[in-house]
């Protein structure tokens, strides 16, 4: 298996434009997780799915925010519009529980707005 | 909100030194994991520990969840540099159903 995918792997942007993350998971995983991180705030969980389906959005941390799984391959984090302080680094990690079991990280997406 | 302190935030070593790192927290866990993360990449699960007082060791890494839950430690005997990363506890709490990571130990080992 090729493990969680991520892309772009660097996004550079100005303020006020989108942006969008991409992450494929783990086939047969049925948890998608999307953190934030930056050296501030550490990692943070902003969303997570069960079976295609948002779970707990209390991380999000403003309107602006928005994350979609439209299917089990795929789940978008869009940022619409992007600030200076959305710059970090955005994971996406799979898994087959929330907790217990391993949660298998992608690469990032280091994200800078300017 | 369960607020989970690590330390030493830095830590630069000799190759063939040991250290401790420490996880802590005033909430009891219902299991608390260890991540290393190197740069440039995601976090990578080392360790899931879940009974009060367990000892789990990984070739040169010893992990020890406290008895009461609420703290744990990561010790590792003769550093090398490949240990050079980010090391991460995370824990669930009792009452919800993910995980919250603290900040991290950023530890160097110096050849």
């Known amino acids: 298996d090729a493990g969680v995918i991520q892309s772009p792997r660097h996004e550079v942007t100005e303020m006020g434009q989108e942006v969008t993350l991409r992450c494929k998971p783990i086939s047969g995983h049925d948890y998608l997780f999307w953190y934030r991180q930056t050296m501030m705030r550490g990692l943070e969980l902003l969303i997570y799915?069960?079976?295609?389906?948002?779970?707990?959005d209390s991380g999000m941390p403003e309107d602006r925010f928005s994350a979609k799984m439209p299917n089990a391959s795929f789940s978008t984090l869009k940022i619409q519009p992007s600030e200076p302080r959305d710059s970090a680094v955005y994971f996406c990690?799979?898994?087959?529980?929330?907790?217990?079991?391993?949660?298998?990280f992608g690469p990032g997406t280091r994200l800078t707005v300017t | 909100t369960q607020l989970l302190e690590q330390s030493p935030q830095f830590l630069s070593i000799q190759e063939g030194e040991n250290l401790t790192v420490y996880c802590n927290s005033s909430?009891?866990?219902?299991?608390l994991q260890w991540y290393r993360q190197e740069p440039g990449e995601g976090p990578v699960l080392l360790v899931t520990v879940v009974t009060g007082g367990e000892v789990k060791k990984l070739k040169r890494l010893t992990f020890q969840f406290g008895d009461a839950r609420k703290d744990s430690s990561l010790h590792i005997t003769a550093a090398q540099p490949g240990d050079t990363g980010l090391y991460l506890c995370?824990?669930?709490?009792?009452?919800?159903?993910?995980?919250?990571f603290g900040k991290g130990t950023l530890l160097t080992v110096n050849p």
């Open positions: 990690a799979s898994s087959f529980s929330p907790t217990m079991d391993e949660q298998y």
């Open positions: 799915f069960n079976n295609n389906v948002p779970i707990d």
């Open positions: 909430s009891v866990f219902s299991s």
């Open positions: 995370a824990a669930e709490g009792s009452s919800n159903y993910k995980l919250t």
